[in-house]
């Protein structure tokens, strides 16, 4: 929201929030740690609202559930402002003090009338009113989110729209009040410190427009950095498309089936010149690859690094077994690679790549390893060695005066998801995860789970009814882009008119054959939350099937 | 134990019977069909303050559908938004539940202690061979045997109960085998009838004077009989006052811990956190114990009474009765009396025209003896499982919903209705000077006339027998059970022993709850102490691991005591059983534990039950 990439709470500030509201994100299955620390915090008395097209396992510890429609959080947000403002419970202290465009945004919200939420997100104006009301009376609230957000053609603007909240209510940079997306692993967070992300030098310091900053890597690494954002992972398949990028070396990623519309990416992942897989388990991608690094398992078999989690809490990792076979610590890897291109960068240990970052990212300055020895972890940003680390962000911006810039608020415009609902693709398809399962199954096949049931097609049993299919029936699914066959499962968390499938089986069914590669050109992330689908008995359905496919050839 | 999923839907019935209880369900997440609601749902903590429902819908279900199906489970679990498993967890702690199909009709037939000891033993076994093992399912009716019924003054007792679209629960008194084999082969068992305490009427009672003298289901009669002058009394002299007076009659609680009651009803009334809770103790369930049925069943309202004067005294505006799952008659009169006291005003708001308000909801427990623990019966009324809590805090600063209560027990809440109508000093006159005011005991077994008798504190164990006619002609005394399965034995040479407080605990045993059990040399002790020894092994709630283990291990310990085929020597054996009970008693949390070994102690140690070697 203001430069750095992170949430701003602190999970003991979960734990002691009066109200938290879960935006497109179902943490009971996804994230399920932290959500130990929301139960904690409901157990207390907090309350919680849940914000999520399907009435999941969290919806249900909710006390309001606001089942919006597929890709209208926009919509919900603003009406939810709307709401705040004309109920003159808007904050208004903060926002005089600490915000800028104020204006500019409660007339982008005017239109967003209780009625008019009501009419775009199908949630009904009074569950939308009393969110609105219980968000802006509450004296601590904590809005979290995941990708129920950000996988939209509209996820930078719906984060926005999140982060307008915030201001209206003032809602950040207070103990017990912030906003926090939830990561997904125990180091996202880490990865975007480090600067694995293309606009962004370690210590989120923009390659392009930190002229100081570039200039500080430059004088330690003795090379000229280029001043512009490398792509995206999006953009890398566009490049590959163009034919502008023809070599690919994958660290920990399994693209060959996490990418929208898989039928296609997989096409360009086979016409590269050279792949490269760097991972601990054998993937479909690195099966694609012309060579294969097999390298440690970092949080176990790597001798040092660090993670960061959620919080910001950067973390010491240490080793306990030896890695199998020839398998390498990634760092060593890396650059052992460098020497056979040319560039001898030796063979540093994970304390002297720390003690550079520390000398080159200020957020990270005050962090030697002794002291994450002793601390246990420190959050960022912690500038100097007496500083303790920081339990939340942006307090400054209530300090008196405030320090810095204002934050400003954003317009966030609502837009329907790009595959529209038709009568030929009548419902709509949402992915996600499950609790015993991730994302492509390549960390969590291998052990068996009592609840695992394979992919399945789930339908509320209405439907289920009116397309006269049994659980358990292999059904054709077709979208724009191609169709699958999965069997159909009940599932009451579900409404007419609304499907889930997962991700983390395929091998079996590739469910991103369906999926649309329709990304926001600000993140880059693809729409996999908001697919128009088909459901055909099989047999009955052949046909038409065949119809979707042909149909394709013109796109 | 493999994990399973259980998408088990429930049969329409078991939704209606649900739904009966709950009323209906107010949207499709859960369980309504589905109307046009698929945007937006409500619950979290308001869904979840409904979970003190659990208990009572799980009966609900039960009594219509006749078991605990997993889809009838599921459902419970969705309309009250609990975790399925968690809803497992309460249903299987119950002994009246069954989570596994049951035939519809089932006999529970009493094979604890007193019933033994009026034959039962020979009449299970004859019922085994005439109609199969317990459990079977004989067209529709299968028996099962049960801990005891609480029907000791008229043994061997029998519990019926019919689940379906119009349930019964009966009891069945003094059975023998052909009344039994009728009842199974589809007989509808008589009417019960109440229990006439035998003492005469004026004999200076106080707590049983109405008791088969009026009509229990008439509140005329029941005030004609000087019914709420204690709580008109008790207005004029205020809450302080109302105090005052109960402390000032030293009353005791007549639960088995014998706590002052005027120190717990001052400790809730100053607590500054409302609201103030109060809870009625029916969960009489120690074998032997049947003196609080005798109350509800022949004197209802005065129950209801004395609650209403102790919710004034102590602050509280809502009230509950827990009553034990296996006393149909006294579940009937007390909801008739609820509902006529409540029609006439004297429950509710405005009670008297003078600004009380207070009201009273029964719960009635299911077959679950630690529930009569005074902190396990909170966790029973909120929808837990019914397991004893850690003290302090104390129930009167934290209780039932965490807030301040006062649990007490049937008698002892009677007791305060004579103590405000005549005064605290008159009602310490009775009695002793540490144990005032008179007593009911349960006497059962070889005696002339078991049932409920009222003494003043001070009677000996000889005048008690005696006044129940004696020990039975042609028998002769073995032994006495004092404080039932978590008392222990006396001797015939203790007879002379004053029924005291203070003069039990010199001589080493406890009036508990006030049963006696005249135990004659036909019975083998050997084989009562392996009923006493199952029935903790079964009751512990398993919380607390001394308990859960000892009560194990020393049940097998009497077993190979009682069949001959010890480890090593007896005294190894014995020395076994008291270092158990040694740690059940210093570390468990609640009575049950620390009391577990005590009958079975007394036995070897006082009766001397093992002392010419083993029993075969």
């Known amino acids: 929201m203001f430069g750095a990439g992170g949430g701003t709470s602190s999970y003991r500030e979960v734990e002691e929030t009066d ?131 950000t996988e939209h053609v509209t996820g930078v603007d719906n984060v926005l729209a999140l982060i307008n909240l915030a201001l209206l209510t003032g809602h950040v940079g207070r103990y017990g009040s912030g906003l926090n997306p939830l990561r997904g692993q125990n180091n996202v967070q880490g990865g975007g410190d480090m600067g694995a992300i293309p606009n962004k030098l370690p210590g989120f310091q923009d390659v392009q427009d930190d002229q100081d900053a570039r200039a500080r890597f430059e004088a330690a690494w003795g090379t000229k950095l280029a ?81 960061t989690n959620s919080e910001r809490r950067v973390q010491r990792m240490r080793k306990a077994l030896d890695p199998p076979g020839l398998a390498r610590d990634d760092h060593w890897i890396i650059c052992e690679l460098a020497r056979r291109l040319g560039h001898d960068w030796g063979h540093p240990s994970l304390e002297q790549a720390w003690e550079e970052l520390r000398s080159l990212s200020p957020m990270h300055r005050g962090m030697s390893y002794a002291r994450l020895e002793e601390t246990g972890g ?130 079996d069914v590739d469910v991103n054959v369906l999926t649309t590669d329709s990304n926001d050109a600000k993140s880059g992330t693809a729409e996999f939350k908001a697919t128009a689908i088909r459901i055909d008995k099989r047999g009955s359905g052949e046909r038409e099937a065949a119809g979707v496919a042909s149909g394709e050839a013109g796109r | 134990m493999d994990v399973h999923l259980l998408d088990a839907e429930p049969t329409a019935a078991e939704r209606d019977a649900v739904d009966a209880f709950l009323g209906p369900p107010m949207s499709s997440w859960v369980g309504a069909d589905r109307v046009d609601d698929g945007h937006s749902a409500h619950g979290g903590h308001s869904a979840r303050a409904e979970r003190h429902q659990l208990l009572p819908t799980l009966h609900a279900l039960q009594e219509h559908a006749g078991w605990i199906s997993p889809g009838g489970l599921n459902y419970i679990a969705r309309r009250l938004t609990i975790p399925p498993a968690d809803v497992y967890g309460v249903a299987t702690f119950y002994a009246l539940f069954s989570v596994e199909p049951r035939a519809p009709r089932v006999v529970h037939v009493c094979d604890d202690v007193v019933c033994r000891c009026a034959g039962s033993e020979s009449l299970i076994a004859t019922l085994t061979e005439a109609v199969g093992p317990p459990g079977a399912d004989l067209d529709g009716t299968s028996w099962l045997p049960s801990p005891c019924l609480g029907q000791c003054d008229r ?54 004077r109405r008791i088969g003298q009026i009509d229990p289901e008439s509140l005329d009669d029941y005030r004609a009989h000087g019914g709420y002058a204690a709580l008109r009394r008790a207005l004029d002299l205020g809450p302080e006052g109302v105090i005052r007076e109960v402390n000032d009659s030293k009353l005791m609680g007549r639960g088995g811990a014998a706590f002052p009651t005027g120190r717990k009803w001052d400790a809730v009334a100053r607590q500054p956190r409302r609201p103030h809770y109060l809870i009625c103790n029916a969960d009489e369930s120690e074998p032997g114990t049947f003196k609080d049925r005798v109350i509800l069943e022949g004197d209802p309202f ?62 009635k427990g299911a077959g679950a003896y630690i529930c009569g623990e005074e902190t396990a019966i909170f966790g029973s009324i909120e929808g837990f499982r019914g397991e004893p809590r850690n003290k302090p805090p104390f129930p009167v600063e934290r209780g039932l919903f965490g807030q301040p209560t006062v649990v007490n027990n049937v008698e002892t809440l009677v007791n305060t209705l004579p103590i405000v109508l005549g005064g605290g000093a008159a009602f310490a006159a009775i009695g002793t000077e540490r144990s005032t005011g008179s007593k009911l005991f349960c006497v059962s077994g070889a005696v002339e006339q078991p049932g409920t008798f009222e003494v003043p504190f001070g009677t000996t164990l000889r005048e008690l027998l005696e006044l129940a006619g004696g020990v039975s002609s042609g028998r002769s005394l073995s032994a006495v059970l004092l404080g039932g399965a978590a008392g222990s034995f006396v001797t015939p040479k203790d007879l002379d022993l004053p029924l005291t407080l203070e003069d039990t605990r010199a001589a080493g045993t406890t009036l508990g709850s006030g049963v006696v059990v005249a135990i004659d040399e036909s019975v083998d002790i050997g084989r009562l102490l392996t009923v006493i020894a199952a029935f903790f092994r079964d009751e512990s709630c398993g919380q607390c691991v001394p308990c859960r283990v000892g009560t194990v291990r020393q049940e097998e310990a009497v077993a190979r005591l009682v069949s001959g085929r010890i480890r090593g020597t007896v005294q190894d054996e014995l020395s076994l059983i008291a270092e158990i009970g040694e740690a059940m008693r210093d570390a468990s949390i609640c009575g049950l534990g620390q009391t577990a070994s005590a009958a079975i102690e007394s036995a070897i140690g006082r009766l001397g039950v093992f002392d010419g070697g083993t029993r075969s």
């Open chain 1, 19 to 149: 109200l938290l509201i879960l935006w497109g994100s179902n943490a009971r299955e996804t994230h399920p740690i932290f959500f130990h620390h929301v139960l904690k915090a409901v157990r207390r008395g907090a309350s919680l609202h849940v914000v999520d097209p399907r009435r999941t396992g969290s919806a249900q510890w909710a006390d309001t559930w606001l089942g919006l429609d597929v890709g209208s959080d926009i919509a919900l947000a603003n009406t939810v402002a709307r709401e705040i403002i004309h109920a003159g419970l808007a904050n208004e202290a903060f926002i005089s003090r600490a915000t800028s465009g104020f204006a500019e945004y409660r007339a982008s919200v005017e239109q967003w009338t209780l009625e008019e939420g009501e009419r775009v997100t199908g949630v009904p104006a009074q569950t939308i009113r009393e969110l609105a009301h219980a968000y802006a009376r509450a004296e601590r609230a904590i809005l979290c989110w995941t990708l129920g957000i």
């Open chain 2, 302 to 363: 005065s129950v209801i009474e004395a609650m209403t004067i102790a919710a004034y005294a102590t602050g509280c505006e809502h009230g509950y009765v827990y009553l034990r799952g296996e006393y149909p008659l006294a579940q009937r009169r007390l909801e008739h009396a609820l509902e006529q006291a409540r029609d006439r005003g004297l429950l509710g708001q405005d009670i008297f025209s003078r600004g009380l308000s207070f009201d009273i909801e029964l719960r």
């Open chain 2, 155 to 208: 043994a061997p007792a029998a519990l019926v109960i019919e689940s379906g679209e119009s349930p019964v629960e009966r009891e069945l008194t003094a059975v023998d085998v052909d009344g039994l084999l009728a009842v199974i082969d589809g007989a509808t068992p008589s009417p019960p009838r109440s229990a006439v305490p035998p003492q005469s009427a004026g004999s200076g009672l106080r707590l049983l």
């Open chain 1, 227 to 307: 001043p512009k954002h490398g792509w995206h992972l999006s953009q890398m398949f566009e490049a590959m498309e163009h034919g502008e990028l023809n070599t690919l070396y994958v660290l920990g990623e399994n693209p060959a089936q996490s990418e929208a519309d898989s039928k296609k990416s997989l096409a360009l992942l086979e016409g590269l010149d050279f792949l490269i897989a760097q991972d601990i388990i054998m993937t479909k991608t690195c099966d694609m690859a012309d060579v294969v690094f097999p390298s440690s398992a970092s949080w176990c078999e790597a001798d040092g690094g660090t993670v």
């Open chain 1, 378 to 507: 420190l959050q960022w940003p912690c500038p100097s060695e007496d500083h303790p680390g920081s339990l939340f962000l942006h307090g400054r911006l209530w300090e008196e005066p405030v320090q810095g810039p204002p934050a400003p608020f954003s317009i966030a415009t609502w837009a329907p998801p790009i595959d529209e609902l038709s009568e030929e693709f009548p419902i709509r398809l949402t992915t996600g995860r499950r609790l015993d399962s991730y994302n492509t199954g390549v960390q969590t096949n291998l052990y068996s789970s009592p609840l695992r049931h394979g992919e399945t097609l789930d339908l509320c049993p209405e439907d289920a009814a009116s397309l006269d299919v049994e659980p358990g029936e292999i059904v054709r699914i077709s979208s724009r882009r191609g169709s699958i066959e999965a069997p159909v499962r009940l599932e009451s968390a579900l409404r007419p008119g609304l499907a889930f499938m997962t991700i983390h089986f395929g091998d």
